[in-house]
């Protein structure tokens, strides 16, 4: 998959569908040529370089007028040299001077993947899966040694890229930025796509025309966060869910981020991703290495569908892994929005009781079962049972679920403390802060300094206990605040610049070592909802929870924008009850089912609150729900209609092989007499004939008819408004099966 040129020294990385070229110039340094639909391996592109004379350029030597960085496209570019765009490398050695330039040393190819230790990335399972090159550069005047590292998947049109530093120099040298991808596009023409929002609205699709200057997001929150997500996306402005070319951009990290895209005054489009350089400084002393995380960069000319379906296959199978990567997760339920702190055992086995007889299979316990944690202002850090509501503790009420045929989930927020805890009184030194300033508090809460190596151990240590001694089969890791006062204790002046980043490495290390001790503990990330819903956390939790808003209506949205780069699989999404926590808003039960059945699937719900008639609804989505659930988080998914764009929600997974698919139409607003509707499917056979069975009618149509003509909607209100047994109001939903007829 990837070929050397060794004369014109083209590197050609390419799996048939697309294609990633770059070559080292003619002063060494890495220049790009090309990503983007499959070229063939005819081993000529050097003309693709463009280069020109332009007054007022710096260029490199003298005699030469063209040669410039500033105009060549590179691959990852530094400052200094000629080059007045925001570079990709920052390094400051100890006399002052941060200017760098790269220069190429050689190469090593790799079959498959090699490992990025402590971090999350993506992986290999068979060698030839993928194929890596390496591309040793190295800055000679500081002795720096930066290795590019370049992954092409066989089955998946993605790149994955990371960078190792290593100073081979007697001095020390301070890494200030450090992408962990850069790539330079010959044009401007597209429009980003990012996810944005906040608490309880996370992931909104947000579009923008790129202008000359840069467009950016970023978190220096300490987390990847709910207002801007570590993924975006360049569409060409005609492009559209179903056609055109998309590239897609997504970090595997959840900690300070930068995704930017700068276009220069001639029009050209650099673009980068990786921790974001505020805040950031690495000390390297001699010898030192350091590893950014993975950046994935995906091409499709199937629009943006196309791109999402990349980074689901990806995603999903080489990225989310171990013991639950492949299994059907289980229905659960959670006790939080129903009874938030106040409960005891009693109410909690009924709650399971009631559960098990409509065929939930895990009951969840979320936040107040530890230490004196009666609300949030208490306890956290104390990961002991509260023995006033749970007489037995943890082991005993896990005994009792256990016994009652379900499996038992608990929540934990490893990384925090309140001050008024034991855990606190004992170490009070463990939190983040500045010493001589204030303290912020988020939630009441302070964040543990997960950068030392002995917080961690002490909280592995109480977790470590629990995991052993009691049956948990599942965690909810929530995490509720972003960092303040970024600072360690335990590092000296020059190495502040480390913690937000060794924060993380702390998160994912304590991740590893609960897996490693115990390998079928089911992780669901959270972060007050989704504040740190990313690609980092599915490594380690392959399922997270999608936003503390649990209404149907606005979980189209929250989970068609989370859709573009993370797959259903990874959703948590559960039906709570009316009027709704968040918005108020009453939804028909079966909406709130059919929104979250696309997901990881579950309940938020006092269902001795339901009536016997919506109990049977809720045993008939469990039962739909188990019967399809591999189908839902293998297939394909296809946004159909954005709830962002109009009056509909619409989406669709249909089997790789076309074999089947369910599309979920949901109608925000009811209207009266409205138009006919047909809404075209995807990813079936054109030529097979298919029985659609929807909410009240049921016919039979070719996949071509269904993919053309479309599929045509049971809208209760087209006609007459009293047609039919159906109802007329708001927030309608109907999910309709396609299934191939033998
Ligand atoms: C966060 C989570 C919720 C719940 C509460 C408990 O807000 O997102 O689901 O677990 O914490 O305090």
């Known amino acids: 998959m990837i070929t050397v040129d060794e004369r014109d020294k083209v590197f050609h990385l390419s799996n048939g569908r697309i294609s990633y070229l770059f070559y080292v110039m003619d002063t060494e340094q890495l220049g790009h040529l090309y990503f983007g639909k499959a070229l063939d391996k005819r081993g000529k592109y050097l003309h693709m370089v463009e280069k020109a004379y332009r007054p007022m350029t710096t260029c490199i030597r003298e005699g030469d007028l063209c040669t410039s960085y500033e105009h060549l496209r590179q691959e990852y570019p530094c400052y200094g040299t000629s080059d007045y765009r925001y570079p990709a490398l920052e390094v400051q050695g100890e006399d002052g001077s941060s200017i760098s330039s790269l220069k190429y040393q050689g190469y090593e190819m790799i079959k498959g993947k090699r490992h990025l230790a402590g971090l999350p990335a993506t992986y290999t399972e068979e060698d030839d899966e993928a194929a890596t090159v390496e591309i040793m550069m190295k800055d000679t005047w500081r002795n720096l040694e930066v290795v590019l590292s370049y992954t092409i998947f066989r089955d998946v049109d993605a790149i994955a890229r990371s960078v190792r530093f290593v100073n081979r120099g007697g001095g020390v040298l301070f890494l200030d930025r450090a992408m962990s991808m850069s790539v330079d596009m010959p044009d401007a023409d597209y429009q980003s796509v990012q996810l944005s929002g906040a608490w309880s609205r996370e992931r909104s699709v947000k579009v923008r025309d790129l202008e000359t200057g840069i467009t950016s997001v970023s978190s220096m929150r300490g987390h990847s966060s709910h207002h801007h997500n570590p993924f975006f996306a360049l569409k060409r402005k005609n492009t559209t869910e179903r056609s055109g070319e998309v590239y897609g951009f997504s970090l595997v990290y959840s900690g300070n981020f930068l995704a930017q895209a700068e276009v220069d ?32 960069m995906v091409f499709s000319a199937q629009g943006l569908n196309g791109m999402s379906r990349q980074f689901h296959r990806l995603y999903r199978k080489r990225l989310a892994r171990g013991y639950w990567r492949d299994r059907e997760r289980p229905v659960l339920i959670n006790n939080w929005e129903a009874t938030q702190f106040d409960f005891d055992e009693n109410d909690l086995l009924r709650f399971a009781r009631k559960a098990k007889e409509c065929g939930i299979e895990m009951f969840v316990l979320d936040d107040g079962w530890f230490g004196e944690r009666n609300d949030d202002k208490k306890g956290l850090g104390d990961w002991k049972a509260n023995r006033d509501k749970l007489p037995d503790g943890i082991e005993g009420l896990a005994e009792k679920i256990e016994a009652l045929g379900m499996k038992f989930g608990l929540w934990f927020e490893p990384e925090m403390v309140n001050m008024d805890s034991d855990f606190f009184r004992d170490h009070p030194d463990y939190i983040i802060r500045t010493p001589g300033r204030d303290a912020s508090h988020g939630r009441n809460q302070y964040v543990l300094d997960f950068s030392r190596k002995e917080v961690v151990d002490a909280v592995y240590g109480q977790m470590y206990e629990l995991l052993s001694k009691a049956k948990i089969s599942y965690i909810k890791w929530d995490m509720n605040r972003s960092i303040s006062e970024c600072y360690s204790a335990a590092y000296p002046a020059d190495q502040q610049g480390e913690i937000f980043h060794r924060y993380m490495l702390g ?120 019967e399809n659930r591999r189908f839902i988080a293998e297939g394909d998914f296809y946004r159909l209609l954005s709830p962002f764009e109009g009056n509909f929600g619409a989406w669709e997974v249909a089997a790789e092989d076309g074999s089947r698919a369910m599309a979920t139409v949901t109608r925000i607003l009811s209207e009266v007499n409205g138009p006919y509707r047909r809404l075209p499917l995807c990813g079936l056979r054109k030529d097979q004939e298919y029985h659609i069975a929807g909410r009240y009618n049921s016919y039979d149509a070719y996949g071509d008819e269904l993919m053309q003509y479309g599929l045509i909607l049971e809208d209760r209100s087209s006609g007459s408004v009293t047609e039919g047994n159906g109802r007329c109001e708001d927030f309608l939903s109907v999910v309709y099966e396609i299934k191939a007829k033998f």
């Open 265 to 296: 005054n001639y029009q050209v489009l650099r673009v980068m991703l990786g921790i974001n350089p505020f805040g950031f400084r690495w000390k390297l002393g001699p010898q030192d290495s350091f590893t950014t995380p993975e950046a994935v």
């Open 507 to 626: 998160v994912y290390d304590l991740h590893e070592r609960l897996l490693q001790a115990f390998p079928e503990l089911l992780i669901e990330s959270c972060s007050s909802g989704g504040g740190r819903f990313d690609a980092g956390m599915l490594y380690y939790a392959p399922q997270g929870w999608t936003s503390d808003d649990s209404d149907a209506i606005e979980r189209l949205k929250i989970q068609y924008g989370t859709s573009f780069s993370y797959p259903l699989s990874c959703m948590g999404a559960h039906v709570s009850a009316c009027p709704n926590e968040q918005v108020g808003r009453r939804t028909p039960i079966e909406t709130r089912g059919n929104v979250a059945c696309t997901g990881a699937f579950g309940y938020e719900h006092d269902l001795d609150q339901l009536s016997d008639e919506e109990i049977e609804i809720v045993k008939k989505q469990v039962a739909f729900y188990k």
